[in-house]
């Protein structure tokens, strides 16, 4: 994708608006970089577009006295925190005076968040402007004619320009559907370190279990040792549910790449596998769901676990769970300690990659029904960018959510923890930008640079980049959903027998279609890996 002058100039007066105030040193390490109140792009410097776009909302606000408004609907693990009405005003000081424009945030529980917004965009009677479409699902998203192409008449280019910079064009190619670019990931970890068994340090003290982290805070360990930990939790507290399921094991736990965002039709070892492949008949699917069997007749799942829908860490931060799986990356130590209320110890069972979703995994996108596209990039633009902004929406308003450390760290301010805070959602990896934010307490200030490293120096699937077109199979996909619904997370939870089950479940989805659906994701991707050069 070409980059203009103009998206250069338009950064660059970015970094000259920045001011080495009160908010410390940057998660990617580099000096202080608040832009205060004062310091906003000079409206002279602006692309003509930009700057109309703006110039017209202005016309428009002295005749009605009422700004426009952009909303973007958020999830958190635990519902619209109590903060919220705070920090949208705050962030709408800036947002008046810089864009002329208001931000309505939406804070909903992911545990509804799918079901909640799909409806909310189906009727479409309420304004929607950005949301998380990873959550219902990219392709069912853009299938159901939700998402709105941010590459229609340069929309992205011209009123995204720090959007465009900040998102390399090869993770830009990553998010494309039928060549549209029907959504933006955040500027993240997109490698993950597959199979992380988090356990709470507490309990782990209590059993004698002794360890040693690396330099990345993790602890090296096989399936075995985990489940030696497990029976011995159990023992110790019979009182607690050791493992928190959540069905995440092939997503988050393996290499498999779940290609073209579903399960009907997978990668085994995405490095080099080019056949796709029915993961319900693989080994690596047998092994999974005889372990969970296995652990559910220990006693080590909970008898709930398939009617309780509540996120894996508010699980354990009730203090009725004591671990779960996850992926890893650099800093994710104290992520999960601060999601689950307590210290947790990362074991590392996996090996680091990016996916072919691993793009997608977080994904924003643009009601195709919002009623000023204009204004939502422009405003989704500041939040990539504007320092002050970002830290608001991750960390809040500095001396009532944190305050600044000498060290260059933010910590909460006294009176303030993780039971009473009023912004203090955990989902810092769901906003536009968290590395242009300080860095808290027990994260390294350097953070970005070793989420970049990580990033670069991870394998990646040979399918990055690649989309599964299924609009033409959508009552095949509707029925291979229902029977994955219906089996999946029994046989993943252990309450369904490994091998009959996997059995019944394989014959229903033959019999809706799925050798079929296969078989037309195989064609796509060998056409695709023809043109991509990477058939060879």
Not at 14 to 41: F, H, K, L, Q, Y
Not at 112 to 123: A, M, P, R, V
Not at 215 to 244: C, G, M, S
Not at 476 to 486: F, G, R, S, T
Request: hydrophobic share 35%; aromatic share 10%.
């Amino acid at each position: 994708m070409k980059r203009t002058m103009r998206v250069a100039a338009f950064l660059l007066i970015i970094v000259m608006a920045v001011t080495p105030t009160a908010c410390g040193r940057s998660r990617n390490g580099s000096e202080d970089i608040n832009a205060s109140s004062s310091a906003e792009t000079t409206e002279s410097d602006m692309a003509p577009a930009y700057r109309k776009a703006i110039d017209d909302r202005r016309a428009e606000y002295k005749k009605t006295g009422k700004y426009q408004k952009v909303t973007y609907a958020i999830y958190t693990w635990t519902g619209r925190p109590v903060g919220i009405e705070r920090i949208q005003e705050a962030m709408n000081k800036i947002l008046r005076k810089k864009l002329c424009l208001e931000i309505e945030l939406l804070a909903m529980d992911f545990a509804s968040y799918g079901q909640d917004i799909h409806l909310k965009l189906t009727n479409n009677d309420e304004q929607i402007d950005w949301f998380g479409g990873n959550v219902i699902g990219y392709t069912l998203c853009v299938n159901n004619g939700f998402c709105y192409d941010l590459n229609e008449n340069d929309l992205l280019n011209t009123y995204g320009p720090g959007i465009e910079e900040l998102i390399p064009e090869k993770y830009q190619e990553a998010c494309k559907y039928a060549g549209h670019l029907y959504g933006i990931p955040p500027v993240k970890d997109y490698a993950i370190t597959t199979a992380a068994i988090v356990i709470g340090k507490e309990y782990l003290d209590a059993i004698g279990y002794e360890y040693e982290e690396d330099e990345n805070q993790e602890v090296k360990a096989t399936w075995e040792e985990i489940e030696n930990i497990y029976l011995k939790l159990h023992r110790e507290f019979p009182d607690k549910t050791v493992f928190a399921v959540a069905g995440n094991q092939f997503a988050q736990g393996s290499i498999v790449d779940n290609l073209g965002n579903d399960w009907f039709g997978v990668l085994l070892d995405p490095t080099k596998d080019k056949t796709v492949t029915n993961l319900m008949e693989s080994d690596e699917w047998m092994d999974m769901v005889k372990r969970m069997y296995r652990w559910n007749k220990m006693g080590l799942i909970s008898p709930d676990a398939l009617s309780d829908k509540s996120s894996s860490s508010a699980k354990i931060k009730s203090g009725a769970y004591m671990s779960m799986l996850a992926p890893s990356k650099p800093g994710y130590k104290s992520q999960i300690s601060s999601e689950c209320g307590r210290e947790m110890i990362v074991f590392s069972l996996g090996q680091n990659i990016i996916k072919s979703t691993g793009i997608t995994s977080v994904i924003s996108c643009l009601n195709q029904a919002s009623p000023d596209p204009i204004a939502a990039v422009q405003l989704m633009n500041e939040l990539y960018t504007d320092p002050q902004l970002s830290t608001l929406l991750v960390w809040g308003e500095e001396g009532v959510d944190y305050v600044t450390k000498p060290d260059g760290h933010i910590d909460f301010p006294d009176g303030v923890d993780i039971q009473n805070a009023e912004w203090y959602h955990t989902m810092n990896w769901e906003m536009p930008n968290q590395y242009i934010c300080p860095s808290w307490v027990g994260d390294s200030l350097d953070l970005g640079s070793k989420i970049k490293e990580f990033n670069a120096n991870a394998e990646t699937s040979i399918a990055l980049g690649f989309t599964f077109d299924n609009s033409q199979y959508t009552a095949e996909y509707a029925a291979l959903q229902n029977i994955y619904d219906e089996y999946a997370n029994q046989l993943l939870y252990g309450f369904l027998d490994p091998v009959s089950g996997t059995a019944e479940f394989n014959d229903k989805l033959k019999k809706a279609g799925l050798d079929k659906y296969i078989a037309e994701k195989q064609r796509q991707f060998n056409l695709w890996l023809a043109v991509n050069g990477k058939n060879r």
